[in-house]
């Protein structure tokens, strides 16, 4: 069966064929030119014609988002398969996302870099696949845990998807990989540098030290990452080992930041500018700009892209968001509107988000939110890393629990007490930890 090609990945083609000699990845040290990639990519959708594979198809992939690996999930998009992206070795129940995707096929990439296709035998029947089938586009299909742990189908339309790319010239940079392709953050940062000619740097690891090292050595000038991942950059102290001069912008997202962490950060990195991002799998990552680099309120907009807040809770209608949900029909209103069910606040055209409202713990009918009660504990000096979370209580309903990690030599039982003392200061007993655990 022919190919199924749209105009945006033929403009990715493009960009491909006029930067064939630049350096489209570096991996374990070895740099992939653009010109590699374009015969990489013939080369595996040559072979899934050849295996039969036909367009439309729901494929699970599995990578180890090495060059080959991206050429490969090109590939299937160029040839207009719906793909489900996983990454070898990552954990995850493989099972029910096999069951819940409706994977027709299993594609993995041997040490060699040779493609095998492998079929499940499932019918891969969906409302949301017969969309895709009837415009001849190519799928994504990106797993979360849900709120309740089981698996939940994300599905994007990758013509929709990719058309925020591709509206802009190029402008090459070396971009670190820190996030990967069975994550939103992770599938954005690879088709903008791509759509952008720039160089992907995959760390050998993807830990604090190892990082920091591809950074120096790769003079990395854009960093998007987590806010969790910064935060272990400062426990791990690579700032006075490693040279990160090279940095220009970090883009930190896909959750909340802690205001300790980034007041840290931007001391440690006054040069570099921080810029908040925001996104999820539903919405994908929108277009955003931070008030400044030490400050959490943003910004979000772009073309086409609307946003409103209605109880406090952040709603986005977008060109370039999801279809739809596998198991949850009713994911996007009859509008086009999709609730976030992020909790926000409005400052004169900005945005606090202090993420998920489903993840607030009800003590007594007041709600508490976990990431402020971290931010106010990670404000005690021996503090190294905190969790906080809701445990049931047959008489308030929840309670608010602790588990924190302390600094060296630090006394647990002083500690407990000055961790209840601080948030029963700045939050009040409601939200004071009951349990705390070191």
Request: aromatic share 8%; with cysteine; proline share 4%.
């Amino acid at each position: 069966m022919p190919f199924v090609q749209t105009q945006i990945l033929d403009r990715l083609t493009e960009i491909f064929e006029q930067y064939r000699t630049q350096h489209a990845f570096v991996f374990e040290d070895e740099g992939y030119t653009y010109s590699w990639l374009l015969d990489a990519i013939d080369k595996y959708a040559l072979q899934l014609r050849h295996d039969g594979l036909t367009s439309g198809s729901v494929v699970l992939f599995e990578g180890r988002f090495a060059p080959w690996d991206i050429a490969a999930l090109i590939a299937l998009m160029q040839y207009g398969a719906i793909v489900v992206p996983r990454v070898v070795g990552e954990a995850g129940r493989q099972g029910d996302i096999v069951a819940i995707s409706q994977a027709q096929y299993h594609v993995t990439i041997d040490d060699l870099h040779q493609l095998h296709l492998f079929d499940l035998e499932q019918s891969g029947e969906h409302s949301l696949y017969s969309k895709l089938r009837k415009h001849k586009h190519s799928g994504l299909v990106l797993f979360t845990s849900g709120t309740t742990g089981q698996p939940k189908g994300i599905v994007h339309d990758v013509t929709r998807f990719l058309a925020k790319y591709s509206g802009r010239e190029p402008r090459s940079q070396r971009i670190v990989a820190h996030l990967i392709f069975d994550h939103m953050g992770g599938i954005d940062t690879l088709f903008y540098s791509l759509f952008n000619a720039s160089t992907l740097i995959i760390p050998k690891s993807r830990d604090p030290q190892s990082v920091a090292q591809a950074i120096q050595e790769h003079q990395a000038e854009l960093f998007p990452t987590s806010p969790s991942f910064l935060n272990l950059l400062l426990l791990s102290g690579i700032f006075g080992t490693f040279d990160l001069s090279s940095l220009q912008k970090i883009a930190y997202g896909s959750e909340p930041m802690s205001p300790t962490t980034l007041s840290q950060i931007h001391q440690a990195l006054p040069h570099v500018k921080l810029t908040q991002t925001y996104g999820s799998t539903e919405a994908g990552v929108l277009r955003s700009v931070s008030k400044s680099s030490d400050s959490l309120l943003v910004k979000l907009g772009g073309s086409g892209i609307e946003t409103r807040v209605i109880d406090g809770i952040l709603q986005v209608r977008s060109p370039n968001m999801m279809l739809g949900v596998l198991d949850d029909p009713q994911a996007i209103t009859f509008d086009g509107w999709y609730n976030t069910q992020d909790l926000v606040e409005e400052h004169d055209g900005y945005l606090h988000i202090f993420g998920r409202a489903n993840n607030f713990i009800n003590v007594g009918g007041e709600k508490v939110n976990p990431v402020q009660v971290e931010n106010t504990i990670r404000e005690l000096a021996f503090i190294e890393d905190v969790r906080v979370y809701g445990e049931r209580n047959p008489i308030m309903g929840q309670i608010v629990c602790a588990k924190v990690t302390l600094t060296a030599d630090t006394d647990k039982t002083s500690a407990t007490r000055q961790i209840k003392q601080h948030c029963l200061k700045t939050l009040g007993k409601h939200a004071t930890p009951t349990r705390i655990k070191a």
